[in-house]
């Protein structure tokens, strides 16, 4: 790579400092949960660091501005910046998959006992007699859970767990809703997605934290 092409590609932390003058709440977590989204696509060094450039820093600001002047959520930003910046959508909305109950059982590798378990403590529920992704990816954890012993009933905790975080997210985002301000919803919206990412991420360092001492390490 010669010298020029090395300098025209930025840090997380350059793109950060170039944006928070004008925009800042902006933060290190915002950028990484717009790239999750796949509003931006940086490339990656080999060593998996992200190298930005100003183009990125440029679709940064659109996204940026659309959010505050606009309150726009991001899907429509999305749509927005394929015809701003001439590129392909990042994500196509894909249609909903949805699965009856023996479709669900041969997808999920689980038996029917297995699946009824998860009904009665509360882990899954059908709508409509019909079960979504979210689903399918909750009875294929506890399918493969079922490996080490661990069946729905010891499973009540996480679930547990998972309805406080939710319920902190709930308590986030209210003030956004009581505003009735337009575009209140869709900020809503992405604040929920944003703290749900973050707080995932939480839970996974406390739990591989918590597996290292029982381990002893």
Do not use: N, W
């Not at 990484?32 to 820093?57: A, C, N």
Request: charged share 30%; glycine share 6%.
């Amino acid at each position: 790579m010669s010298s020029q092409a090395a300098r025209s590609h930025m840090s997380i932390g350059e793109v950060l400092a170039l944006l928070q003058g004008e925009f800042p709440d902006v933060t290190v977590s915002k950028i990484r949960f717009l790239e999750g989204e796949g509003l931006i696509e940086p490339e990656r060094s080999p060593s998996g660091y992200r190298k930005f450039t100003h183009l990125h820093v440029e679709q940064l600001r659109f996204i940026l501005t659309e959010q505050r002047d606009h309150y726009l959520p991001l899907r429509v930003i999305k749509d927005r910046m394929a015809e701003s910046f001439g590129l392909p959508r990042a994500v196509q909305q894909a249609q909903e998959i949805r699965f009856s109950r023996a479709e669900l059982l041969e997808a999920a590798g689980i038996d029917e006992e297995t699946l009824a378990e998860l009904e009665d403590y509360g882990l899954l529920a059908p709508v409509a007699r019909r079960y979504d992704e979210e689903a399918l990816k909750v009875a294929r954890s506890v399918g493969a859970l079922r490996r080490f012993g661990l069946h729905a009933r010891h499973l009540r905790a996480v679930k547990a767990a998972a309805e406080r975080e939710c319920g902190l997210v709930e308590q986030a985002v209210a003030p956004i809703l009581k505003r009735r301000a337009p575009g209140a919803i869709g900020e809503a919206d992405e604040a929920a997605r944003e703290l749900s990412t973050l707080l995932l991420d939480l839970h996974a360092s406390l739990v591989r934290i918590g597996v290292r001492s029982v381990l002893g390490r």
